[in-house]
């Protein structure tokens, strides 16, 4: 029968809150990655516009203008997504370009 009242205090009930809310602090938001598109000299402006537009859901105005980004810098964000999803994005933007015959590459960084 000592098993059970052998804390001291758990006739309070206040313990088994108290382990419940440190529970909910320790879990963290996963990190996310940005999604980079990078510049060549044979993918379109218009392919890369096609590619914000339809693999990440940007407006044409919005995909227009990471499209100079990329083209202007080099480099530009496509977007910002927990891990698994940054990787899909980056595998669909690659196996896209690869069919259309562009080498437009793509990848990940940490936020």
């Not at 083209?71 to 896209?96: F, L, N, R």
Request: hydrophobic share 30%; net charge negative.
């Amino acid at each position: 029968m000592s098993g059970g009242q052998g804390t001291g205090t758990g006739t309070h009930g206040t313990p088994g809150t108290s382990s419940q809310t440190k529970t909910k602090e320790k879990v963290k938001k996963p990190p996310l990655y940005k999604v980079l598109l990078h510049n060549d000299d044979y993918t379109t402006m218009e392919f890369v516009v096609f590619i914000l537009v339809t693999v990440f859901q940007k407006t044409e105005e919005d995909a227009v203008r990471i499209m100079l980004d990329v083209h202007q810098q080099g480099i530009g964000i496509a977007g910002v997504y927990t891990y698994e999803i940054a990787e899909a994005k980056v595998k669909k933007v690659i196996d896209t370009a690869r069919e259309n015959e562009f080498p437009l590459m793509c990848s990940t960084e940490p936020e």
